[in-house]
């Protein structure tokens, strides 16, 4: 058990839907990352967030957006859905407060988003 | 700009043999961490090894080790004794700043 904790595990949409996707890390750890994987693909970064402030963005369309809240716990929200928003989609935390040393980031199972 | 780069898609082991899968990288910094994941069917993404960069000794964790080069900038995972459950989608990644970047992974089959 990784410790970070996503909510939910499967999701079935139709286009045009809105979703939310929610994340809680491992406890302690201040930053959030949020990925887009397509089946057989990599792993596509979509956006960062440190103690509550978006710290790095990367591949994200401007239908989904995300914020991290003062617990720290994370949401994904995407819009307009298109089928090929179909994917499994990793949160990952790492970075624990007050720690100085550098750590792996640690991975939720992931919410399977299908779209209809 | 930091880049991660595995040019292997696809590789093939017989069981209980050796493979080693590459990694190279692209980073000004000096201070960083590399780490090797492990992404089963299961799709869930498992740690398999850590390197510090300053640390010149090379990581190991039982049958996986990895060979790190830094003024290379290579960072290959060696798997000893390859088993069935080795199977699995494998990504290399590169930290700094607590920002993550990965490589586009090497799809590893184990034959019995």
């Known amino acids: 058990d990784s410790g970070v904790t996503q909510t939910p595990k499967h999701l079935i949409t139709a286009t045009g839907q809105r979703v939310t996707l929610r994340c809680s890390p491992r406890?302690?750890?201040?930053?959030v990352y949020w990925y887009q994987q397509s089946l057989d693909q990599g792993l596509q970064f979509l956006i960062q967030?440190?103690?509550?402030?978006?710290?790095a963005k990367g591949n994200i369309l401007e239908r989904f957006s995300a914020q991290q809240f003062p617990d720290l716990h994370s949401e994904l929200n995407l819009s307009s859905l298109e089928l090929g928003d179909s994917a499994l989609y990793f949160c990952a935390s790492s970075g624990r407060q007050g720690s100085t040393a550098n750590t792996e980031a640690f991975f939720g199972q992931g919410t399977r988003l299908t779209v209809v | 700009a930091q880049t991660v780069t595995q040019s292997q898609p696809e590789m093939s082991v017989q069981e209980a043999e050796t493979v080693t899968l590459s990694c190279t990288y692209d980073t000004s910094e000096s201070d960083y961490y590399l780490f090797w994941y492990k992404q089963p069917p299961s799709r869930q993404m498992i740690l398999v090894i850590r390197?510090?960069?300053?640390?010149?000794q090379n990581a190991t964790e039982n049958r996986f080790s990895v060979n790190f080069q830094k003024a290379a900038k290579s960072f290959s995972l060696k798997i000893s004794d390859s088993q069935l459950g080795d199977a699995a989608m494998y990504f290399c990644a590169l930290e700094n700043f607590n920002k993550f970047y990965f490589g586009s992974g090497t799809k590893l089959n184990v034959k019995p």
């Open positions: 390197q510090e960069a300053y640390k010149q």
């Open positions: 967030y440190y103690n509550g402030e978006e710290r």
């Open positions: 406890s302690g750890d201040l930053s």
